[in-house]
């Protein structure tokens, strides 16, 4: 039965490092199109200085949410490690309802989780 839990755990970890992949692939697709974009302008000189500095806002933009949602992964999968070193299979529940609720604004509030660990 432990063995499998940590099978589930594993899964759902996994699916996370391939969800984020995913969603990190379509931002660098968005981005080289972009680039793209802008190589071509220079070269025809057909659009307006503004619309590039909007394009390189938006590719900052889009490469600081990457950074962000890069930090966020580490810090939930540290978090993670951090409960499974410590209470093995103990706290199953709370990791699946992390992974699958920690996008909604309602749980976003630490006091929200204090339940779980006192």
Same mark, same amino acid.
């Given at each position: +039965? !432990?063995? !499998?839990?940590?099978?589930? %755990?594993?899964?759902?970890?996994?699916?996370?490092?391939?969800?984020?992949?995913? !969603?990190? +692939?379509?931002?660098?697709?968005?981005?080289?199109?972009?680039?793209?974009?802008?190589?071509?302008? #220079?070269?025809?000189?057909? $659009? #307006? $200085?503004?619309?590039?500095?909007?394009?390189?806002?938006?590719?900052?933009?889009?490469?600081?949410?990457?950074?962000?949602?890069?930090?966020? =992964?580490?810090?939930?999968?540290?978090?993670?490690?951090?409960?499974?070193?410590? !209470?093995?299979?103990?706290?199953?529940?709370? %990791? =699946?309802?992390?992974?699958? =609720?920690?996008?909604?604004?309602?749980?976003?509030?630490?006091?929200?989780?204090?339940?779980?660990?006192?």
């Amino acid at each position: +039965n !432990n063995v !499998n839990e940590w099978r589930n %755990i594993v899964g759902l970890m996994q699916n996370k490092v391939l969800q984020t992949q995913k !969603n990190f +692939n379509q931002l660098m697709v968005t981005i080289k199109t972009l680039e793209d974009g802008e190589g071509k302008w #220079k070269k025809k000189q057909l $659009k #307006k $200085k503004w619309e590039l500095e909007e394009k390189v806002n938006l590719i900052d933009s889009m490469q600081q949410e990457m950074g962000q949602m890069k930090e966020e =992964y580490e810090l939930q999968l540290r978090g993670v490690e951090v409960i499974l070193v410590n !209470n093995g299979t103990e706290y199953f529940a709370f %990791i =699946y309802f992390f992974f699958f =609720y920690s996008k909604k604004k309602v749980f976003a509030s630490p006091s929200f989780y204090a339940p779980f660990f006192f």
